[in-house]
T-cell receptor
Framework: DAKTTQPPSMDCAEGRAANLPCNHS???????VYWYRQIHSQGPQYIIH???NNETNEMASLIITEDRKSSTLILPHATLRDTAVYYC???????????????FGTGTRLQVTL | NAGVTQTPKFQVLKTGQSMTLQCAQD?????MSWYRQDPGMGLRLIHY???????DQGEVPNGYNVSRSTTEDFPLRLLSAAPSQTSVYFC??????????????FGPGTRLTVL
């Protein structure tokens, strides 16, 4: 699976959009971009994933560049409860009978402040 | 649905003791896995299973055993605990989706200290 590079930490004011970047320049065509977050030593929580197109769900938006070498996770209106470590993970497409593995880096620690 | 449950939440062991960390899921997921997380680091995969009766090693399998006799349960056994195994352990599960992607659901973790 391709490696990812994320800034170690970011700050965001409450109510503002949080934009978390991720570089995955060695990504291949059969690899997804996943985002998880971990709030204060709890189990990681799935946020969103995408292959080529931009994606949006109730939690966040994922913007993937046209060459797929980088992406940005957007939390449109950050709250204090969004303070967490955010992990960007690149993973191959899962096929039946294959392993569903995730490779975590050290992520970005997002601090949302008043 | 209870999701992914783990017991115990906390455990203290002495060096050389053995124990089993329990993990169960009620979502009929095929895939289950165990990760450990050391302070300030990301999660590392210990063992995983793609279905009942099938297990394989992850990135850091030494000192741990697993088995998968049912779809629901995936226990992790520490054979002879060492201080280097002090960590937080997370269990995760996910569906098998043909030709597509899946998401993993994580349990709340077991915090293990080996003295």
């Amino acid at each position: 699976d391709a490696k990812t590079t994320q800034p170690p930490s970011m700050d965001c004011a409450e109510g503002r959009a949080a934009n978390l970047p991720c570089n995955h320049s060695t990504i291949s065509g059969n690899e997804y971009v996943y985002w998880y977050r971990q709030i204060h030593s709890q189990g990681p929580q799935y946020i969103i994933h995408g292959l080529k197109n931009n994606e949006t769900n109730e939690m966040a938006s994922l913007i993937i560049t046209e060459d797929r070498k980088s992406s940005t996770l957007i939390l449109p209106h950050a709250t204090l409860r969004d303070t967490a470590v955010y992990y960007c993970i690149v993973r191959r497409i899962v096929w039946p009978g294959t392993a569903s593995k995730l490779t975590f880096g050290t992520g970005t620690r997002l601090q949302v402040t008043l | 649905n209870a999701g992914v449950t783990q017991t115990p939440k906390f455990q203290v062991l002495k060096t050389g003791q053995s124990m089993t960390l329990q993990c169960a899921q009620d979502m009929n997921h095929e895939y289950m896995s165990w990760y450990r997380q050391d302070p300030g680091m990301g999660l590392r995969l210990i063992h995983y299973s793609v279905g009942a009766g099938i297990t394989d090693q992850g990135e850091v399998p030494n000192g741990y055993n697993v088995s998968r006799s049912t779809t629901e349960d995936f226990p992790l056994r520490l054979l002879s605990a060492a201080p280097s195994q002090t960590s937080v352990y997370f269990c995760a599960s996910s569906y098998s989706v043909s030709g597509g992607s899946d998401t993993q659901y994580f349990g709340p973790g077991t915090r293990l200290t080996v003295l």
